[in-house]
């Protein structure tokens, strides 16, 4: 099914991203598999290395959402390693180290103003919890529908 995604956004000349949502995993698994934080992080990579790892040539935006995944305490430098390694110029959505990130929430409501520089990265739509940027970061709003 990627490989025919993939093949079609080339035919078209269209880029093609993919979407990966963390605690949507293996068949029959319940959130509460994330209690080992490492195991759950190399399923992770496992997971993202299929979809990154070449076969499907230059991916350009993974769309992360954490769907339930806001207890885990995820190895991001490791995870996002991998991922720059793969594919060096994809553009990361929301989680890890971001190239931009949403604009608003479930809701469909977005704080005014939004600035595309951040100060504060929100961790999940369903909290209000936010990371603090090493410094004020460009990083462009998203709004999808």
Known sequence: MVREYVDACRRHGIEPGLYYSPAQHRPGADIKDMADPKAYDDYFIHQISELLGGDYGQISV????????????????????????????????????????????????????????????????????????????????????
């Not at 929100?122 to 709004?143: F, M």
């Open 62 to 145: 993974l769309w992360f959402d954490g769907c339930g995944s806001e207890n885990h305490e995820y190895d991001w430098a490791r995870i996002i390693g991998e991922i720059r390694q793969m594919q060096p110029n994809i553009l990361i959505f929301s989680m890890g180290d971001p190239d931009f990130r949403w604009v608003g929430n479930e809701l469909g409501f977005a704080d005014v103003p939004s600035w595309n520089v951040a100060e504060h990265v929100p961790i999940s739509v369903r909290t209000d919890r936010a990371e603090a940027t090493a410094k004020p970061t460009w990083l462009p709003v998203e709004c999808d529908i």
